[in-house]
């Protein structure tokens, strides 16, 4: 069994009270995919009628079953739907013998829940390079799609976890036209995370009524405002996976509704900011708060190139209010930037403006702030109104444990 890892100083209390979704039913087995002694294996099943959108990791080396999602999810299709997938092994870098994994449990699944190939979404993660054992998987098909159950979300997220020191989950309800609308998802990730389009796995369930060419425009435009602003190490997965269902069993059409948007917003951001709290070795969560940029896509590269800095980080878990380390990212970055007229913030705390430090700083100020759990690191370029934020961690010696003897 894989060694436990100390839950993360930043996690939540507990996995939250998530009321089901209805059209949607889960199951969770143990097949040793690496591991015995723990579950590894989610399918979830979508009834008839379900739109499923989703976004995915545009690395150039993708595995098999990120591309196998690609080819299926522009289609429309009147059947359910059902997402398998397994921890343990990532089914990437694994040639055609990773396509013929996917084929293989797609088809199982298929076969046990009536569906058409088309509509069976795999996702895999955990150790690259090593074939998959889907043998071991699709001998439990049969199992999972008997033990299928609508309040299995805290066991479905518990299934998916790697190096995840905590399940992730998060939910809401809206009204809307008088009636209720509920929105529910799940995630994985703690390490390998620095999203480009998608992130990490996640998945997200509700009972909208929502065709599927608006589900994808607002999976992909909320994904760029979320999971794409969280980073913990700089490194983008093979296997990032975001897919969302709306089985529209409320028979609430949400097209256009703002507070639907909102609401799938906030359960987004929930979600991404529980994967940085889940970072690797993290002892602080970290809010990056870039303003006056010339445009809003400089001050995503300036937020990133601090939130992804190694001196920044370990400045950050050393507690040293350094913002000398702030002003190196900045200029790094490559986006434009005037050094006379930059000013930085530790949470309330003036340390710079105009180029050079505050007439008001005191280092004992800022330090107390570097205590904290959250911390607020703020720039402002005075160069135009462009503004971003992104979320990341700490890096710690917890980081190098986890990951120096990952595969071990």
């Known amino acids: 069994?894989?060694?436990?890892?100390?839950?993360?100083?930043?996690?939540?209390?507990?996995?939250?009270?998530?009321?089901?979704?209805?059209?949607?039913?889960?199951?969770?087995?143990?097949?040793?995919?690496?591991?015995?002694?723990?579950?590894?294996?989610?399918?979830?099943?979508?009834?008839?009628?379900?739109?499923?959108?989703?976004?995915?990791?545009r690395s150039a080396t993708r595995s098999a079953p990120v591309l196998d999602c690609q080819a299926k999810i522009g289609a429309d299709s009147e059947a359910g739907a059902a997402i398998l997938v397994n921890s343990g092994n990532a089914n990437a870098f694994t040639?055609?013998?990773?396509?013929?994994?996917?084929?293989?449990?797609?088809?199982?699944?298929?076969?046990?829940?009536?569906?058409?190939?088309?509509?069976?979404?795999?996702?895999?993660?955990?150790?690259?390079?090593?074939?998959?054992?889907?043998?071991?998987?699709?001998?439990?098909?049969?199992?999972?799609?008997?033990?299928?159950s609508g309040d299995r979300f805290?066991?479905?997220?518990?299934?998916?976890?790697?190096?995840?020191?905590?399940?992730?989950?998060?939910?809401?309800?809206?009204?809307?036209?008088?009636?209720t609308v509920t929105i529910v998802?799940?995630?994985?990730?703690?390490?390998?995370?620095?999203?480009?389009?998608?992130?990490?796995?996640?998945?997200?369930?509700?009972?909208?009524?929502?065709?599927?060419?608006a589900l994808q425009a607002l999976v992909s435009e909320l994904s760029d405002r979320t999971f794409n602003c969280i980073t913990v190490d700089s490194d983008t997965s093979t296997s990032d996976t975001l897919l969302m269902g709306a089985t529209g069993a409320s028979g609430v059409d949400v097209s256009g509704s703002e507070a639907f948007r909102e609401?799938?917003?906030?359960?987004?951001?929930?979600?991404?900011?529980?994967?940085?709290?889940d970072g690797e070795g993290a002892t602080k969560f970290v809010e990056v708060a870039v303003t006056g940029a010339t445009s809003d896509a400089d001050?995503?590269?300036?937020?990133?190139?601090?939130?992804?800095?190694?001196?920044?980080?370990?400045?950050?878990?050393?507690?040293?209010?350094?913002?000398?380390r702030v002003v190196m990212a900045v200029g790094k970055s490559g986006a434009a930037a005037d050094r006379d007229r930059l000013s930085i913030r530790f949470g309330a705390v003036l340390v710079a403006e105009n180029g050079w430090v505050s007439p008001s700083y005191?280092?004992?100020?800022?330090?107390?702030?570097?205590?904290?759990?959250?911390?607020?690191?703020?720039?402002?370029?005075?160069?135009?109104?462009?503004?971003?934020?992104?979320?990341?961690c700490d890096l710690t010696h917890g980081y190098i444990d986890i990951n120096a003897d990952y595969r071990s």
């Open 95 to 148: 040639g055609r013998h990773g396509e013929g994994a996917v084929r293989a449990v797609t088809q199982a699944v298929a076969d046990a829940l009536d569906l058409p190939a088309a509509r069976v979404f795999t996702s895999s993660t955990g150790v690259i390079g090593e074939p998959l054992p889907h043998e071991r998987i699709t001998a439990k098909i049969e199992e999972l799609a008997q033990a299928l």
């Open 1 to 57: 069994m894989a060694k436990a890892l100390p839950r993360s100083p930043l996690a939540p209390a507990g996995f939250p009270a998530l009321p089901p979704v209805a059209g949607v039913r889960f199951a969770t087995a143990e097949a040793g995919v690496r591991y015995k002694g723990r579950t590894d294996v989610m399918l979830a099943h979508l009834a008839p009628g379900s739109t499923v959108a989703g976004v995915f990791t």
């Open 362 to 392: 005191r280092e004992e100020d800022a330090a107390a702030h570097m205590k904290g759990q959250d911390i607020l690191i703020g720039v402002d370029l005075g160069l135009g109104q462009g503004m971003a934020t992104v979320w990341t």
């Open 154 to 179: 805290e066991a479905a997220a518990r299934a998916i976890m790697t190096t995840d020191t905590f399940p992730k989950g998060a939910g809401a309800s809206v009204e809307i036209g008088g009636k």
């Open 263 to 277: 609401a799938l917003h906030g359960v987004m951001l929930d979600l991404a900011q529980q994967v940085v709290r």
């Open 299 to 324: 001050a995503r590269t300036h937020a990133l190139a601090i939130a992804n800095s190694p001196l920044v980080k370990t400045a950050i878990a050393g507690e040293d209010p350094n913002w000398g």
């Open 185 to 213: 998802g799940i995630a994985k990730g703690s390490g390998m995370i620095a999203p480009d389009m998608a992130t990490m796995l996640v998945y997200i369930f509700t009972d909208a009524v929502c065709p599927r060419p």
